[in-house]
């Protein structure tokens, strides 16, 4: 199949682009539903003792780690049957939550249902993600990444308000339920009628790799046979490539700051005395600033390349996460998320896209499914991480200086082992595909 029949770019595929960032924003609904209202009436209404950051941290912790092995699985598994597909069962898998909610007897409840959002969402994100890569240009994979991470993380927080404001109207549990039974069905219709499998395109671009040199060959790594199997891509991805494996480490302890907001910053802003409301805007500042920035941070880094903004981001965010622990008064909270925000905006969709330009089409599903297995097992470590630096400091401010000191040393390693992998700014000399006649004939 030719590339010709299947063109690549934003506004050859605006129909099938704009399905499926409608389906990444249910995606972030289905996700931003927990983060409000459950951690901060874990008390209440599901029956976790006051002070428990440990036990707290355990639905999060659940959740990172299974959404983490199903981006693993996802990428592998939508080289062989189809994205359509992988997409389809993430949102069947998703129909019990809210109703585990709503009828939850205590916190186990709460987890189990967690870990089937763990699912849905290591299932339906990436797929959101690797289709969208799969019909755009490779001039166009920042804004790509951007909007991508734009619609999904505006849904993230948007959820957290609606849900709050659903919550005080309904109760907890009524509201949860109604809001994500809404989001669930809509996710499988939406599917099952407009969107398309993506698989031929990756497919299409590869051949067309096999038989032109592009204008900007990129940085693939060397030695890799052609459709490498899954453990040679997972050792590429983790220490092999230096260059991969410093995007794998940034990614990972990224999701430290969201295990934070979602575990740590509701119960401290309501130790703090914020009503729930009030919480729920400066939880979703955050989204809200990460969500729109993308929407310039990603489209930046087509023309000034990935690296600089990705080192900056992790910075920046670290000093945001900081500086809320800092403060005292909800206008200077939400101006620290905003920044935090801002920061993930700079890191968030570049470190995705560099993966993307240096990792070919014939198993790119499978490297950006191992990127976020890495990446999203930051939640896990993350949640861990916040639960004992509360616990074993006996401060809930502890939690803030372990995420910013770990996104000050990550942001340092990634300078450090990382470089710039945009093809038009830092090019390969020699393409990979190009044999031997070809070399010795220049």
């Known amino acids: 199949m030719s590339t010709a029949s299947l063109p690549l770019g934003i506004r050859e ?15 972030g609904f289905a996700i931003g539903m927990t983060r409000t209202v459950i951690p901060a009436l874990a ?69 189990a249902a967690t870990v089937l959002l763990g699912v849905n969402q290591g299932l339906c994100w990436s797929m959101t993600q690797t289709s969208k890569l799969d019909i755009t240009r490779a001039d166009q994979r920042g804004l790509t990444m951007g909007l991508n991470e734009f619609s999904g993380y505006v849904g993230v927080a948007l959820a957290g308000v609606i849900t709050a404001y659903f919550a005080e109207a309904l109760g907890a549990r009524l509201g949860l339920l109604v809001f994500g039974m809404a989001v669930v069905v809509l996710g499988i219709f939406l599917t099952v009628v407009w ?8 497919k299409a671009e590869t051949a067309a790799h096999r038989t032109a040199r592009p204008m900007f060959p990129p940085r693939y790594p060397k030695g890799v046979s052609d459709h490498p199997d899954t453990g040679e891509v997972f050792a590429l991805m983790t220490w092999r490539d230096r260059r991969l494996a410093a995007l794998s480490q940034a990614g990972l302890v990224e999701k430290f700051v969201d295990a934070l907001v979602w575990v740590i910053l509701p119960v401290y802003l309501t130790a703090k005395g914020a009503s729930l409301t009030e919480m729920g805007w400066i939880v ?31 910075w920046i965010c670290g000093a945001g996460v900081a500086l809320i622990a800092v403060v005292d008064s909800t206008p200077w909270w939400a101006v620290s998320a905003g920044i935090a925000g801002f920061g993930m905006a700079l890191l968030y969709p570049n470190l995705g896209a560099a993966v993307a330009d240096i990792t070919p089409p014939a198993w790119r599903g499978s490297a950006i499914g191992i990127y976020r297995f890495w990446r999203d097992l930051g939640y896990g470590i993350g949640a861990l991480g916040v639960g004992l630096a509360a616990h074993l400091a006996g401060a809930v401010e502890a ?16 300078y450090f082992w990382g470089e710039e992998t945009h093809p038009r700014l830092n090019p390969e000399i020699t393409a990979p595909w190009e044999n031997e006649a070809e070399k010795s004939a220049k």
């Open 13 to 27: 595929n605006f129909g099938q682009f704009t399905h499926q960032l409608i389906q990444v924003l249910l995606v």
């Open 43 to 111: 008390e209440t209404e599901f029956g976790v003792v006051r002070g428990s950051f440990v036990m707290l941290a355990v639905f999060v912790m659940a959740f990172g780690v299974v959404k983490a092995v199903m981006n693993f699985v996802a990428g592998r598994l939508s080289e062989r049957i189809g994205r359509k597909r992988v997409l389809l069962v993430g949102w069947i898998i998703a129909l019990p939550i809210p109703i585990m909610i709503w009828a939850a007897p205590n916190w186990g409840w709460i987890v």
């Open 195 to 202: 969107i398309k499998d993506t698989l031929p395109w990756a």
């Open 284 to 314: 979703g500042v955050y989204g809200f600033v990460w969500g729109a920035s993308q929407l310039v941070t990603g489209r930046l880094s087509d023309h000034v390349g990935r690296f600089w903004p990705s080192v900056l981001g992790m």
């Open 399 to 414: 939690p803030f200086l372990f995420v910013a000191l770990s996104m000050f040393i990550s942001g340092a390693l990634l």
